[in-house]
């Protein structure tokens, strides 16, 4: 059973005891991503989620690495476009190691000019990576071109404009007004005693006082085509998308069902087509982007310049049989028991467990049931996932290239569905 608090200042705590466990795993989630910063201070979140791990006001950085590496485990950070996330997995009698760590990092940060010197250049240096990096690189540029003038169409590493121009005075203020209370979940879930319940209240009360951040408006969707040109790469990577559905939309179920009949798995309409029976591509699949207010259904595939056309064709068709048609029944129990067993199989990690508790307090405001997940997925038939699909399939697409694309000859009125 998942317990949930709200302390008087406004920081949620987050708990699932879970019996014949004999890990835990504990998260900090901040409620703001890459989405929640200026222009000017773009890539600042990611920016202080690299920083806090410098040192804090009892712990250098030296320190700090030593004693994560002897409690084993695993204990890190990640940001992305509308949170930012500290999170520990140990075994339970390192638990209150953990709490104390976390907690230290996340309230007491040092920001050491000379150590944020040294971070800053890492970061560029991850910038770089990211450009050289066709698959990441893809990403960036199709939400630049899509999202266009809007924070989620921002990379969330930044610029290295952006990055190099942080002030240590800017990165404090920033930081300051960010981790607040009601900006803050902490999730904890596996073997959990009263006692380390009772560490984690202590370790996190106390906090200064702020307001919760502001979303801001959704996203508004760009369609056309945005290419790259890497001559020195023997493929072109290819992102194809068009909006979604926001991630607390009420039939976010029935387009996961959606997805994975059209190429979220292994046995979906792409994979079989474009791989299985024409053989033009190695990799080949659609995922779903889900962010407050909007959100994007995207089909990757990455194929020989020659092959793209082709690639790009079988795709548009599919969409359109989706839209038309309704899937045949066993393609759609397919990809429920596809679905309910990652369900499934998530939870025997803590670690997910943990973080699908804050994810859904964050998006939801509650936690679901495994068991209304599963009938939330047996609502979605063949008629219900063709009307989502019909809903969604329509018009012009936007399309991001990577790679060989100097000699592409594309026409944006094969990209309108």
Known sequence: MIERE???????LLFEEIPGFQSAALGVWLRMGSRHEPTRLSGICH??????????????????????????????????????????????EHLPIAIDLLSD??????FDAEEMERERRVILEEIRMVTDSPEERLYDLFAEKTWAGHPLGRPIQGTEESVSKMSRKTVL???RQAYVPPNLVVSAAGKLSKKNKQLIRDAFSGLAKGTRSEIGRGPKFKPGIALENKKEMEQVHLLLGLPALGSGDEGRYTLHMLNTVLGGSISSRLFRRIREERGLVYSVGSNIQSHD??????????????????VLAISMEELRNLAQHAPTKDEVEVARDHLKGNTLLSLESTSSRMSR???????????????EIIERLHSAGPA?????????????????AVGRTSKLKLNPKDLVL
């Open 6 to 12: 709200i302390l008087p200042d406004g920081l949620t």
């Open 47 to 92: 920016f202080l989620e690299h920083l806090v791990f410098k040192g804090t006001e009892t712990r250098t950085a030296r320190e700090i690495s030593l004693l994560t590496d002897r409690i084993g485990g695993n204990i890190d950070a990640f940001t992305t476009k509308e949170t930012t996330t500290f999170f520990a997995r140990v075994l339970d």
């Open 105 to 110: 990092i996340v309230r007491r940060p040092r």
């Open 173 to 175: 203020s920033f930081f």
């Open 293 to 310: 207010g909007g959100g994007m259904l995207n089909i990757y595939a990455a194929t020989s310049p020659d092959k793209v056309e082709e």
């Open 357 to 371: 508790m804050a994810r859904e307090e964050m998006v939801l405001g509650r936690s679901m049931s495994t068991q």
């Open 384 to 400: 219900e996932i063709q009307e989502m699909a019909g809903r969604l399939f329509r018009g012009p697409v936007a399309l991001a």
